[in-house]
């Protein structure tokens, strides 16, 4: 059972918050940088927080929901996409180079045989999901399964911040399912293009979703997280859900990326409020949908640059900010340090 640890602390907010308005600027001059030092602060209990190793997952997965004609790209670009990610050719591998974060790639249920292969974690749950538009996703053992997977990949992480990333041919679309079921928003206002489709595709696409989440009325009715999960989501958004629960365990800062990534958070919130203490949300993506999730989570993205890629970029390229927040309340002078008057009373 995951405990995840509260960071609730008035004596260290007070002493962050002091630290912060003491350094040589203008209250509240650095904005968010000023947010996302006092939460890391607390994360870490500590008004020296700092950055250690960051590390970022992707995890790929088939979906059985793509018989349905909801993707602008055939299944086999998850696993090609796969063999690009272990090629080094992905646009994640160059922001991981780039930010000096450490990538790992999981197979949690691809449609494809890999083999052994070098830098892939085969935690494969089964060949891809079913077609949830007329029958569950997965079983509640599958569910589960993924979960536990994804704990036990945190388990040997090392480092302090850990960021999400997936592929999945069809995932947006149980991403859209998820926050249609979780939220009560109009299936219009949960779907969005995915890979790229056409207006005309995005209307079926949404049909899909709006049909499939009625045809699970009676699961989608007990509002229970985990059968929501195991009905509309695919094997890499489960394991991604037991990824965060088991970071937060370990007072990780969670990098959160784009709408498949949000989508597992509203089901880990679900199971456990307090993870979202844990969370800075890397980005607000140009996904129809995925700024509805982060209000419905009462989140505040660092960036607002269009993106749609998915697969964790994001939060990668969100990372230089998260050691700006930790190094100017470690390295920045304070007035009395430098001899500088503060604002006059």
């Not at 700092?50 to 018989?67: E, K, M, R, S, T």
């Not at 969670?254 to 203490?277: E, K, Y």
Request: net charge negative.
């Amino acid at each position: 059972m995951i405990t995840i640890p509260s960071t609730e602390n008035v004596a260290l907010s007070a002493g962050l918050a002091a630290a912060i308005n003491n350094k040589t600027k203008p209250l509240g001059s650095l904005g968010m940088l000023e947010v996302l030092a006092r939460q890391i602060g607390l994360i870490q209990q500590t008004t020296q927080p700092q950055i250690i190793d960051p590390a970022l997952i992707v995890f790929a997965a088939d979906h059985g929901i793509v018989a349905e004609n909801v993707s602008a790209y055939p299944q086999s670009v998850t696993w090609q996409m796969v063999e690009n990610f272990l090629a080094g050719g992905a646009a994640i591998n160059v922001f991981a180079r780039q930010n000096q974060c450490a990538l790992h790639i999981v197979d949690a249920g691809v449609n494809h045989d890999f083999g052994l292969r070098a830098g892939l974690l085969d935690r494969k749950v089964a060949y891809g999901t079913r077609n949830f538009a007329r029958e569950a996703a997965m079983s509640a053992e599958q569910c589960a399964q993924a979960m536990q997977a994804g704990m036990d990949l945190v388990d040997g992480i090392k480092g302090n911040v850990l960021g999400f990333g997936e592929m999945g041919i069809g995932n947006t679309t149980a991403a859209a399912a998820i926050m249609h079921a979780m939220t009560n928003l109009p299936a219009a206002e949960c779907v969005g293009a995915g890979t790229g489709l056409a207006q005309e595709g995005i209307l079926h696409k949404q049909k899909v979703v709006q049909d499939a989440v009625a045809h699970h009325a009676a699961i989608v009715a007990t509002n229970a997280p985990l059968d929501i999960l195991a009905t509309f989501g695919g094997f890499e958004v489960a394991m991604i859900v037991g990824a965060m629960l088991k970071a937060a365990e370990r007072r990780m800062v969670l990098l959160i990326d784009g709408f498949i990534i949000t989508s597992a958070l509203m089901v880990a919130a679900r199971l456990q409020p307090s993870i979202l203490d844990y969370c800075v949300f890397a980005h607000c993506s140009d996904e129809h949908g995925h700024r509805q999730m982060i209000q419905h989570l009462g989140g505040r993205p660092v960036l607002q640059m269009g993106l749609r890629l998915g697969e964790g970029t994001g939060s990668v390229l969100a990372l230089p900010l998260l050691h700006a927040a930790v190094n100017f309340l470690r390295e920045m002078a304070t007035f009395e340090s430098a001899d500088v008057s503060q604002q006059n009373a």
